[in-house]
């Protein structure tokens, strides 16, 4: 999908943190996200080294804090000019199982673009969809296979 003016507005605002707050070996990773209804929501990493999330997931409760609904689109931009950065497989995942139609800003600074989650994650894991039916009566006991 070719770039929109919000989206563009959107890398900004991620790069904008990431000069101002990623200034250490904790936060070197700022991202921004735009709800549906076009309120933007940014954050940055909280680096571990037990893992400590990353700054997508970090994003995600940033805006639930505020009471966002769906994020429509995120895009995430490192520190020190390396600019847009895409999201690591667990940001993947957390991501599609959360915002299954969420638009994810990636390329090198020349030649950005939009994708949807799902060609991010061809062939995935849902977690909605591997989730027993509550309606579907557990075995008796002593009930033969």
Request: net charge negative; aromatic share 4%; with cysteine.
């Amino acid at each position: 999908m070719t770039m929109q003016d919000t989206d563009r507005a959107l890398v900004q605002a991620a790069t904008a943190v990431a000069k101002l707050r990623c200034r250490s070996e904790n936060h070197t990773v700022a991202a921004a996200a735009r709800t549906t209804d076009g309120r933007v929501f940014t954050s940055v990493n909280v680096y571990h080294f037990t893992g400590g999330p990353c700054a997508e997931v970090a994003v995600i409760g940033a805006a639930a804090t505020q009471g966002a609904g769906e994020l429509e689109t995120i895009v995430a931009v490192g520190d020190r000019g390396r600019g847009v950065i895409p999201p690591c497989g667990r940001c993947r995942q957390v991501l599609l199982d959360y915002f299954p139609s969420i638009r994810v800003i990636v390329g090198p600074a020349d030649a950005l673009r939009v994708v949807p989650i799902v060609e991010l994650l061809p062939e995935t894991y849902v977690w909605a969809d591997q989730q027993l039916d509550a309606a579907v009566p557990a075995p008796r006991a002593g009930a033969e296979d």
